[in-house]
């Protein structure tokens, strides 16, 4: 677990609770700090995900932001007041039900 020396002027919520955050965090990198692992649970088994690559290519980051869903959290930047969500189910593209939402392989497939 990271542990951070200042906790930063900034504030955001997850899931209601306040998180301390720096000018220049991603939210990704805020959520962690705070000890934050786990961003949305998996659509087959609902399991637990969080940021992982922290770089916009594993999509396991995914949470609700100031009301947008499937925001990649890891290249969000902080803003002070954000509401940030956790998020359960697939992921949609559009708009629309797409694919199975799951980048885990053992759980994806027919
Ligand atoms: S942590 Fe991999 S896309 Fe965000």
Known sequence: MLVRA??????????GRPIPAREGDSV???LLAAGVQVTRHTPRG??????????????????????VPNVQTCMTPVRDGMVVAS???????????GGDGERDGAAAGP
């Open 6 to 15: 200042e906790p930063g002027s900034l504030t955001l919520t997850f899931d």
């Open 87 to 97: 998020q359960d189910g697939a992921r949609t593209l559009g708009g629309a039900a």
């Open 28 to 30: 990704a990198s805020a």
């Open 46 to 67: 609902g399991v637990a995900r969080g940021p992982y690559c922290m770089m916009g290519a594993c999509f396991e980051c995914l949470a609700e932001v100031d009301g």
